[in-house]
């Protein structure tokens, strides 16, 4: 199985530039998250999705935005990016609500961003 | 504000150590705890626990939850080079998907 699959796995970015950034999962999962995790911190909610249509913000939007046109497919997009997005970001699923009997998050292994 | 604060920041043992990490927290409307071992990658899932006083065991790692006073720790017997990683705690609260809080972890490096 493959599991949750993110590319890139790095990207270096100029200052105002735009990317956006792909995971897709495989398990069929209702739920979907991007999470961004810089040194010495733990990770931070950006944007998830309850379902194919459906998204809200988490604790960390500004400066990203999101879509969710599939079950499989939930891309973050980094418009306009700065410094401060210099970041390891990671996506993750789950079937049900997070820790919703016993159920677990499934991570994606990551993209390395620096933007200069 | 929910928080969750993990000690220590980090730790270096020799190989067969024993060791605790801390994760204490303050959060409304608490429903579970969760840890993460983090090595290169992603985070990957240890333990989930919902009540007070009952150890999660999977091999040499043990956890354990105190709702009472608001903290759980994790050990780790007989450590091995192998359990070099990043430990995440993760608090779940009610109401709503954004609602995994994580602390900052511990960065436990185990020597030979």
């Known amino acids: 199985n493959a599991g949750v699959t993110q590319t890139p796995k790095f990207r270096i970015l100029k200052i105002g530039q735009s990317m956006t950034l792909q995971c897709t999962q495989d398990m069929n999962h209702n739920y979907m998250y991007w999470y961004r995790q810089d040194p010495g911190m733990g990770l931070k909610l950006i944007y998830y999705s309850v379902g194919a249509g459906i998204t809200d913000k988490g604790e960390v939007p500004n400066g990203y935005n999101v879509s969710r046109s599939t079950t499989e497919d939930f891309p973050l997009r980094l418009e306009l990016a700065a410094p401060s997005q210099t970041s390891v970001y990671f996506c993750?699923?789950?079937?049900?609500?997070?820790?919703?009997?016993?159920?677990?998050?499934?991570f994606g292994s990551g993209t390395q961003l620096s933007v200069l | 504000e929910d928080k969750v604060v993990q000690s220590p920041l980090s730790l270096v043992v020799h190989e067969g150590d024993t060791v605790t990490l801390n994760c204490s927290y303050e959060v409304t409307n608490f429903r579970s705890l969760l840890w993460y071992k983090q090595e290169k990658k992603a985070p990957t899932f240890l333990f989930m626990l919902t009540s007070s006083g009952i150890e999660k065991k999977s091999g040499r790692l043990s956890s354990i939850l105190d709702k009472k006073e608001l903290f759980s720790i994790l050990n780790i017997t007989a450590t091995q080079t192998g359990d070099s990683a990043i430990y995440l705690c993760?608090?779940?609260?009610?109401?709503?998907?954004?609602?995994?809080?994580f602390g900052t972890g511990t960065r436990l490096t185990v020597i030979p």
């Open positions: 993760a608090v779940d609260v009610r109401g709503g998907a954004n609602n995994l809080f």
């Open positions: 993750a699923s789950s079937y049900q609500r997070i820790a919703a009997t016993n159920e677990k998050l499934f």
